[in-house]
């Protein structure tokens, strides 16, 4: 008995002795999970979780970073350029703008660079968050781009949260695209479909119809030719988790169009962010510092007054109570505006997600054409479109700052808006000047209040008859003379109030080379050119001289102002868009 009872006390006193380290182990344990629950409980993500305590991180605890890191040798693996020599041999670029034999040498499920900022692997993100239907609207894709952009999302989404992947084919002639695709999709078990338009719709439109397929809570947009990275999806649903009407954007890297080598768009610590200049013309700015302050760490997502158009995520039925895109919007281009000007104006937000990366594949040229819709319109279509979302989201002044710089809008008819203005009325929307001052502030740095054009026009000089022309050349460049083609675009010349020649949104100077095309001075609206009606010619202020054409060569350059000499005189025509 006596021997019973010691050894029993033994035991007990041993068991005690070790079961108080491994209580206080467990308590300890659970006490820092529930830190961690504590530390995004009711908040975006407000802190990061030490580096010590990475370790407690699992998925269940609502961290996603994927356990096994997989390495594999094939072309192309780990992000990397495609053997370029084979390459350059193909001419698949003119159709696709982008090389489909690199592409189809590539595995569908290769490994990519993770260009996160490291910060990100310690985020602690919800359990319980939205499904996702994934929607992919395409045109005449190369095959194997369209499937590794499935892939990719079938490979780096966790599947709890990917309900679907929606390829809503906007009426391709591709013979692969057809029975092909449809065959290869079925491996998927119903995990992918596939919808067709009638016709050609464009993708605006295309888009608009796959959310109102899409059966998932919310939709996130990815062009055809993406390949998203280590855990992109979670990061981009739980600012929506938290705030329906948030829609939120991935940091998109770059995928070259000729190697398919993925690139990160950006240095670690850098953000950007999207604006535009007064064309429309899409921008990225460096954060503000008021944005950058706003948040404790630069992995946290930020306010954004617009997006690139192409990859988003968005709460499906906030989508179409927005009235998704503007029906009237056609084929392609401001679309990203029109979403972006309603959702800020009319109670949301945008931001920007520093841990969620999705590559893009850049194309040279845009491949293919507009198809009949962009027949029935007259006029350029991208500008008709850019006059809509102005008409219907911008005031009186800033639509001014608009149609200073792209004069000749003024004359293109785009249909009725009195939709889009009703929609506005009855969400209760803010003005465009509350956006520039609360969301937008930084446009103006880069691109201050427009002066007004003093002349505008096609710029004809009087003793050949022949057009200034901007050559569709990048800047630094020389300006042409060319024949008078009547369409504006290269030819149509701005001269403002403060003295700058403009052609787009480039601007006109003269060294010793030249009458040269260049890059305006961001934040400067001002320039050295004056028009003098009288002698009719283009001088410039502080050099003294004036724009001549050369008698045989028809270049251009500065020379001693000579108000008799017709190859220094200059005329401006109006030019409405045909
Ligand atoms: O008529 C069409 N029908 C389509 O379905 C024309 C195109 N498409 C498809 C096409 O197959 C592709 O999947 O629509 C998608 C976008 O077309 P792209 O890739 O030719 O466009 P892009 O990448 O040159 O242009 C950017 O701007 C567009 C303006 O309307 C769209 O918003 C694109 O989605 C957008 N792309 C991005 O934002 C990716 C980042 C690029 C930048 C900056
Ligand atoms: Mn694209």
């Known amino acids: 008995m006596k021997v019973y009872a010691r050894k029993g006390r033994l ?10 380290p491994l209580l206080y182990l467990l308590i300890n344990y659970s006490e820092s999970r529930k830190n961690l629950h504590k530390i995004y409980n009711g908040r975006l993500a407000s802190k990061l979780i030490k580096e010590e305590d990475v370790h407690l991180l699992s998925e269940g605890l609502g961290n996603y970073e994927p356990k096994n890191d997989e390495h594999f040798n094939g072309p192309g693996e780990g992000g990397l350029a495609f053997n370029t020599e084979a390459v350059n041999s193909d001419d698949s670029e003119i159709e696709y703008g982008m090389n489909m034999f690199a592409s189809d040498q590539i595995s569908l499920n290769r490994t990519i660079k993770d260009t996160r900022p490291k910060e990100c692997k310690r985020w602690m993100y919800p359990q319980n968050l939205p499904t996702v239907s994934v929607i992919i ?16 999302v079938l490979n780096r989404s966790p599947p709890q949260f990917l309900k679907e992947i929606l390829l809503v084919d906007d009426y391709s ?32 439109r295309t888009r608009s119809r796959g959310a109102q397929e899409a ?23 739980t600012p929506i988790a938290f705030d329906e009407k948030t829609m939120t954007v991935p940091i998109i890297d770059g995928i070259d169009h000729k190697t398919f080598e993925y690139r990160p768009v950006y240095g670690e610590g850098h953000n950007f962010r999207g604006i535009f200049e007064w064309g429309l013309l899409y921008k990225e700015n460096e954060l503000p510092k008021r944005e950058e302050k706003r948040r404790a760490h630069s992995s946290e997502p930020y306010y954004s007054p617009t997006h690139a158009g192409g990859l988003f995520a968005i709460n499906r039925k906030y989508f179409l109570e927005l009235g998704a895109y503007d029906a009237g919007l056609l084929v392609w281009g401001g679309e990203n505006f029109e979403l972006s000007f309603k959702i800020w104006q009319c109670g949301g937000k945008i931001m920007w997600v520093p841990c969620s990366r999705v590559g893009h594949v850049y194309r040279g040229f845009m491949p293919y054409n507009f198809g009949k819709l962009a027949e029935k319109k007259k006029g350029p279509l991208i500008t008709i479109n850019y006059k809509r979302v102005v ?29 889009q203005l009703a929609l506005k009325e009855r969400l209760g929307c803010k003005s ?48 042409g003379l ?5 369409y504006g675009n290269n030819q149509l010349v701005r001269l403002n ?79 409405k868009p045909r």
């Open 11 to 20: 035991i007990r006193i041993v068991l005690i002795l070790c079961i108080i």
């Open 137 to 152: 609207v395409f045109h005449n894709e190369g095959f194997s781009v369209l499937m590794r952009t499935v892939h990719s």
């Open 173 to 204: 002639d591709k013979t692969d695209l057809k029975e092909k695709l449809d065959k290869y999709v079925e491996r998927f078990d119903g995990r992918v479909r596939v919808i067709r338009n009638e016709e050609r719709e464009g993708l605006i």
């Open 215 to 237: 059966t998932a809570e919310v939709i996130v947009f990815l062009d055809a030719h993406c390949e998203v990275n280590k855990n992109w999806l979670v990061p981009l649903l």
């Open 391 to 419: 008409e219907v989201w911008m005031d009186d002044q800033h639509k001014e700052y608009f149609y200073t710089r792209e004069p000749s809008a003024r004359y293109l008819e785009m249909g009725d808006i009195s939709d």
């Open 432 to 479: 465009f000047s509350w956006f520039m001052e609360n969301v937008a502030y930084d446009v103006y740095d880069k691109y201050p209040q427009l002066p007004e054009n003093i002349f505008w026009g096609e710029l004809i000089n009087s003793a050949n008859m022949k057009c200034f022309d901007a050559m569709g050349r990048q800047p630094p460049s020389l300006v």
């Open 482 to 486: 060319q024949h008078c083609h009547g």
């Open 497 to 575: 109030a403060a003295g700058q020649l403009g052609i787009g949104e480039r601007c006109v100077d003269a060294d010793s080379t030249g009458i040269k095309l260049v890059y305006c001075r961001l934040g400067t609206v001002d320039g050295p050119w004056v028009y003098k009606t009288e002698s009719k010619s283009i001088f410039h202020r502080t050099q003294n001289k004036c724009i001549a054409v050369h008698p045989v060569s028809s270049s251009l350059s500065l020379m001693p102002c000579d108000p008799n000499n017709s190859f220094q005189q200059w005329m401006f025509k109006i030019v």
